[in-house]
């Protein structure tokens, strides 16, 4: 089912719902379902599945030369979405980025997806490699989300890339964007931002996901913002607790968004990570209370594979 019919469905109730990543390459599957399965007694009605392009990494060979070598070291999140799926009985929502892929393997992989029967995809650019300064399309492929949505929107109406295909059925996916309440780091301001943003929606964007936070303020006024440019589809929130100290640092740089001083000082008085978690825990209930005062449809928590924590959270709420 789509994720919007499960927002319609849940009728104002604010779902729960949680984002995993695919194990390490070489792990076993069994160890992201032995973190997924507690989380069922909070019947999320979907489960987002990241996906993790290429990385490079550079090998010393015999003669001292380097030999540059492409990784990828999460991949499978196509697979997990249908086993996922088929284990829990829950909806997946696979990411499909345009980083690494052509034009005709992102066609592919949604034909993939189509026919493993899964309803939604989140539409996503993805970061530039680690070894780029900035983000470089693969030839042929997408540079914005807004590009790959187009073609997502296509092969919804039935068109394919190939424009003399016979039997062109169209699919049906439900499709999100990512939304930054701190504004994503590279727009100049954040009315740049939304308006890019807006334009997702109107490709076909049903609804938005937004980047962490931990100030509700902020996710409050961006909704206030988007619903003032015209935007109107749900925005959903992404919440995670910050379960180790060197948190406070990693998450700054990594997703550009700021972590309150008060959190940030009760943070730093704990005596080790245990300590840290309790408060990180607390923290996102509270953050959780508000945010479904304030009428979320859905909570939306990133798991990083880890599920101690937010069985914390899914207990004191759901
Ligand atoms: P875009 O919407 O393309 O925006 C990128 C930048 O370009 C923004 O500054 C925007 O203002 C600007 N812009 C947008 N459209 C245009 C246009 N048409 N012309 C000019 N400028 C434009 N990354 C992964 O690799 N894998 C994942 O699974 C993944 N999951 C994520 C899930 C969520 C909920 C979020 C919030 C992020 C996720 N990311 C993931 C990270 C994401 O790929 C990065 O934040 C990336 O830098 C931007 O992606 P986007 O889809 O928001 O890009």
Known sequence: MKVLEHIKNAEGQTLFSLEIIPPLKGDSI??????????????????????HREEFVYKKRE???????SIRKRPGTVGICAAI???????????????????????NALIDLHFLGIDNVLVLRGDPIK???KFTPEKNGHHYATDLLQQVSNINKGVYLDGELQNHHPTNFCVGVAGYPEKHF??????????????????????????????????????????????????IPGLKPITVKRHLNILPSTFHIDIPEELANEVEKCKNNEEVKQVGVEWTIH????????????????????????????????
């Open 186 to 235: 590279e727009a100049p301001n954040l009315n740049s931002d939304l308006k890019y943003l807006k334009m997702k929606v109107e490709l076909g964007a049903e609804y938005i996901v937004t980047q962490l936070f931990f100030d509700n303020q902020k996710y409050f006024d961006f909704v206030k913002k988007c619903r003032d440019h015209g935007i109107t589809v749900p925005i």
């Open 85 to 107: 799926k088929n284990r829990f009985n829950v909806d997946t929502v696979p990411h499909i980025i345009c980083g690494g892929f052509t034009k005709e393997e992102t066609e």
């Open 30 to 51: 069994d160890n992201l379902f032995h973190h997924i399965e507690p989380l069922m007694e909070f019947k999320p009605p979907f489960i987002d599945v990241t996906y």
């Open 287 to 318: 953050q959780s209370k508000e945010l479904m005062k304030f009428g979320v449809p859905c909570l939306h928590y990133y798991s990083m594979g880890k599920s101690d924590a937010i069985y914390k959270i899914g207990s004191a709420l759901f």
């Open 63 to 69: 003669n001292g030369l380097l030999e540059k070598r």
């Open 131 to 133: 070894s780029e300064q």
